[in-house]
């Protein structure tokens, strides 16, 4: 069974330009999560997809990042523009529904560079 | 924030058992305790779970107190490929509106050598 991927591995980019990151997770995984790891810091919580809805976006750190997640598939995540402190490795995460305690399966995560 | 605090590194003779101590004085009663682990360059790994029995798995043993105020992760034989970050996070159960996020705190850095 094939295992969350991400898309791009890398991405670097100017301040000022959009980027979109692309999250593919496990086959029937309803719940997809987003975090990210800036320079020197902690993981951190972003937003949680239940299918195509949000359920939970208090991790999201302004109105630049814009997440979606089209017929409960895939999902995107979008910088526009792209700030220097962006800069960092973001992890998409997917879960299955069950009732409680699952665990979550992580994605090698994208490294966005921001000059 | 996290919940737990973690000695941040620790080291561990190849073959030997790890074992990495966690706190979590404030959790609650209905409060899970999970591992996870990050080697370099890659996402997150679930390692193990519990809430207030030991538990084993292929992975990795986890020994919680019995006032569930700390816990230690334990790697039997300690291999080079388990060098990695160690993260012991306190989490509320999943369920439809409490979303499960995990809170990462800083973890423990565990080199492993030969």
């Known amino acids: 069974e094939a295992g969350v991927t991400q898309f791009p591995s890398h991405s670097v980019i100017e301040k000022g330009q959009t980027v979109t990151l692309r999250c593919d997770p496990i086959?029937?995984?309803?719940?997809l999560y987003w975090y990210r790891r800036v320079m020197g810091k902690e993981i951190k919580f972003l937003l949680h997809f239940v299918k195509e809805s949000k359920q939970d976006e208090s991790g999201m750190p302004n109105n630049r990042f814009l997440a979606e997640r089209t017929g409960g598939t895939y999902s995107t995540l979008k910088v526009q523009p792209a700030e220097l402190e962006d800069s960092g490795v973001y992890f998409c995460a997917s879960a299955p529904w069950t009732s409680s305690y699952n665990e979550q399966f992580f994605g090698p995560g994208t490294r966005l560079t921001v000059l | 924030d996290a919940k737990t605090t973690q000695p941040t590194s620790m080291d561990c003779a190849e073959g030997r058992a790890a074992n990495l101590p966690c706190n979590h004085s404030t959790i609650s009663g209905n409060e899970y305790v999970y591992w996870y682990r990050q080697i370099h360059s890659q996402g997150p790994q679930y390692i193990i779970h519990g809430l207030k029995n030991n538990e084993t798995n292929e992975m990795a043993s986890l020994i919680i107190t019995e006032d569930r105020k700390s816990s230690t992760l334990i790697l039997p034989h300690a291999t080079l490929r388990d060098t990695a970050v160690y993260y012991c996070i306190v989490r509320s159960p999943t369920n439809y509106n409490q979303g499960g996020k995990l809170i990462f705190g800083q973890g423990t850095e565990l080199s492993v050598k030969p």
């Open positions: 086959s029937g995984h309803d719940n």
